[in-house]
């Protein structure tokens, strides 16, 4: 398997555009992360989904952030609009929950809004 | 709600050493606690997974404990190399699947 592949790794894009990142987890897997990271705030997970449903979504900021997982191959995170301190490195990161293994990350997307 | 945090921040130590890297959380009902490392602009590597019924795991030159009662784990790390120079995580997943972060400590190790 290739492992998480995150797409596109590098973003730039302006204040008020949308901003969609994307994700394929390890196939078989059936959790899905979603985490934001700056060197203020570290890692802060956004929203995680088992078996295609989002399970917490507490994480995610504002309104203007949604995210998606139409299959157990695929899901988006969506940023409508963005804004400057969206700018951040986003990961993905997939498990397989309740078989106590490891989780395994994306290399990132690393989002600047101008 | 679960908060992880790792002590110290940072550290540098010559090649050769042997250190130790802290981690603790507040709520012990865990499923497994991992150790992760992270090279700068580069996405995370699970380094050790250990499960709630378990004390320790080793892998090489790695070894993490698990406390759970106490709620800490370290990661120790024997006959430091340049090559381990990275930022070290620690996570911890509850029964729902939720993994939550520390925020790292940053290691130099140098030559």
């Known amino acids: 398997d290739a492992g998480v592949i995150q797409s596109p790794r590098h973003e730039v894009t302006e204040m008020g555009q949308e901003v969609t990142l994307r994700c394929k987890p390890i196939s078989g897997h059936n959790s899905l992360f979603w985490y934001r990271q700056t060197m203020m705030r570290g890692l802060e997970l956004l929203i995680y989904?088992?078996?295609?449903?989002?399970?917490?979504d507490s994480g995610m900021p504002e309104d203007r952030f949604s995210a998606k997982m139409p299959n157990a191959s695929f899901s988006t995170l969506k940023i409508q609009p963005s804004e400057p301190r969206d700018s951040a490195v986003y990961f993905c990161?997939?498990?397989?929950?309740?078989?106590?293994?490891?989780?395994?990350f994306g290399q990132g997307t690393r989002l600047t809004v101008v | 709600k679960q908060e992880v945090t790792q002590i110290p921040a940072a550290l540098s130590v010559p090649e050769g050493e042997n250190l130790v890297l802290n981690c603790s959380f507040t709520d012990s009902a865990i499923y497994n606690l991992q150790w992760f490392r992270q090279d700068p602009g580069k996405g995370l590597t699970s380094l050790l997974l250990i499960q709630s019924s378990q004390r320790e795991q080793t892998s090489g030159r790695l070894n993490a404990s698990l406390d759970k009662s106490s709620g800490r784990s370290t990661l120790y790390i024997a006959a430091s190399q340049p090559g381990d120079s990275a930022t070290y995580l620690c996570a911890v997943e509850g029964d729902t699947g939720k993994l939550i972060f520390g925020q790292g400590t940053t290691l130099q190790v140098k030559p």
């Open positions: 989904f088992n078996n295609n449903v989002p399970i917490d």
């Open positions: 990161a997939s498990s397989l929950w309740g078989v106590n293994t490891e989780a395994f």
